[in-house]
């Protein structure tokens, strides 16, 4: 909400994908053939929100609400050209760094020695932009960690998709809303606002 209000470009593009839709596009633009309120989404019209999709991937880039990962080394590892002992911490994500640089990294705890294995910069990674994952191709593998990555990637991915989804699609369609405080925030370690998020909410004229 705090980035939609501060994105009214972003908003008028994801309204405008909810209405019409990018989910529902089979109404056509129309605004009489908007869904009507009452009814329910459904499964296909979820797999039809991309834009709104896109968004929330943004959202988790630039905002990952994890800071990162560790892991125990259960044997000796070789792995890059570095020796990893049985038995060491090794913090193998820092989500925020991955997510916002695209950068691939290793982190041995017990002696604090940091490595960059690979940094490959996303194209304006601090500029808001849903459409960098309209192509996957410029969109470097594992870069965008911010469900992890590999064999003990998040098992909620699915189902946190689908919340979001439905929690943008009827917080923008039955209410407009604006901040009521600097909304800035601070991570401790998740992202806080650090003024709270006090939000002025008005209901919409069902349509
Ligand atoms: C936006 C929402 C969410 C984010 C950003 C998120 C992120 C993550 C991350 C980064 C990990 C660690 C992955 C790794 O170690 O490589 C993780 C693990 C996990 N997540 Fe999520 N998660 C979210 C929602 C959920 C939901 C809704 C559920 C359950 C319904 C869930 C269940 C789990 C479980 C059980 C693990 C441990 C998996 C394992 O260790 O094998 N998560 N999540």
Redesign the pocket.
């Known amino acids: 909400m705090r980035l939609l209000a501060n994105e009214p470009a972003v908003y008028a593009a994801v309204l405008q994908g909810i209405y019409t839709l990018d989910s529902l596009s089979q109404r056509g633009r129309d605004s009489q053939k908007r869904k009507p309120s009452g009814e329910f989404l459904k499964w296909e019209d979820l797999a039809k929100m991309k834009y709104t999709r896109r968004v929330a991937m943004e959202t988790?880039r630039i905002h990952?609400?994890?800071f990162?990962?560790f892991?125990k080394a259960l044997k000796d590892i070789e792995y890059g050209g570095f020796l990893i002992p049985k038995g060491w911490q090794v913090s193998?994500?820092l989500?925020l760094v991955t997510c916002f640089f695209s950068a691939i990294y290793l982190f041995l705890l017990l002696n604090s020695l940091s490595i960059i294995l690979e940094l490959r910069t996303l194209h304006n990674h601090q500029k808001f932009d849903p459409s960098r994952f309209e192509n996957q191709a410029s969109v470097p593998p594992y870069s965008f960690?911010?469900?992890?990555?590999?064999?003990?990637?998040?098992?909620?991915?699915e189902?946190?998709r689908i919340?979001?989804l439905v929690t943008i699609h009827y917080i923008i369609t039955h209410f407009t809303w604006k901040l009521c405080a600097d909304n800035s925030f601070s991570r401790d370690p998740m992202p806080v606002p650090t003024q709270g998020l006090p939000i002025q909410l008005v209901p919409k004229k069902p349509f």
Not at 147 to 156: E, I, L, M, V
């Open positions: 988790l990952s609400p994890v990162g990962g892991r193998e994500i989500i960690v911010a469900f992890g990555g590999g064999p003990r990637t998040c098992p909620g991915y189902f946190a919340e979001t």
